[in-house]
């Protein structure tokens, strides 16, 4: 430990009878951006919900931060962003910045630095008056990630942030998490469909059938399994054996 954000040891989950995390070992270096990678179904956000405490795995290890899941002090130390919106929507996107802030332990001018950050990070600023029913696809996947740094936590865990994100903005939310990365140290762990953000990543795991099929840097993936792009190795990793 020490070096690792997150370690999970020989994690399980079954849904009823099926298997949908096998035996799962991965460590998450401090600092480095990771994106998690694998088909629909493969059990990406099942592993993200246990490692956020959210789900109890049947068997097996989680560590964040050295602190063992579930761990109050962890609310603070990770920020979320669910693959569903979980917005308040009669609330205007502001009212629902400040109502998140609130929820940790920041002064009133730390709050209020923090939500202007967020907003702006997301280009939401002009719109934070409006009421989030009033939000389109893209503007509500922009509010839940600015919620999830609100309250600058150490550990990032994102399931697939950029859906419904234009281009333009794509790239520059990509732009600011490899800056929180290089500049702020934050750990960053993101599950993508996305080949080309899957590029930007330190290291890949791919996951098939709850299990972690392969892992290391793009170019160390590609190289190994002499491929193209990442389905190519993925293919060739055993992706197409069920
Ligand atoms: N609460 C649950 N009860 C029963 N089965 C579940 C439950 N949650 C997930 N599953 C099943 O576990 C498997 C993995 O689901 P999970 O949502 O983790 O996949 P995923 O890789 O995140 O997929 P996607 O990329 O489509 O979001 C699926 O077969 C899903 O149907």
Redesign the pocket.
């Known amino acids: 430990m020490g070096n690792h954000a997150i370690s999970i040891k020989t994690l399980e989950k079954r ?2 009878h ?1 298997q ?1 995390i096998a035996p799962l070992t991965l460590d998450i270096p401090k600092g480095q951006l990771m994106g998690l990678l ?10 993200i919900k246990m490692i956020m405490g959210m789900l109890k795995p049947d068997n097996g290890t989680i560590e964040v931060l050295d602190l063992a899941v579930p761990h109050k002090q962890l609310l603070n130390d990770i920020g979320y962003m669910a ?1 569903s919106d979980a917005l308040y929507t009669d609330l205007t996107g502001e009212e629902n910045l400040h109502f998140f802030a609130k929820l940790y332990s920041l002064s009133k001018a730390e709050q209020m630095d923090r939500v202007a950050y967020a907003a702006s990070l997301v280009r939401l600023t002009d719109d934070l008056q409006l009421k989030v029913m009033n939000y389109s696809g893209g503007m509500k996947r922009r509010l839940s990630l600015a919620i999830a740094l609100i309250q600058n936590p150490k550990v990032l865990i994102l ?2 942030p950029t859906v419904g994100i234009d281009p333009v903005l794509k790239k520059e939310i990509w732009q600011e998490l490899i800056r929180l990365k290089e500049h702020e140290h934050k750990t960053i762990l993101v ?1 993508t ?1 996305a080949m080309d953000e899957a590029e930007r990543c330190d290291q890949l795991a791919m ?1 098939r059938s709850g299990h972690i099929i392969a892992q290391g840097t793009p170019q160390a993936l590609k190289a190994f399994y002499q491929a193209k792009d990442f389905d190519e190795v993925f293919l060739k990793a055993g992706g197409d054996v069920q």
């Open positions: 849904f009823q099926k949908v694998g088909p629909s179904g493969c059990g990406k956000t099942t592993l693959q399931d697939e599950t469909h996951l």
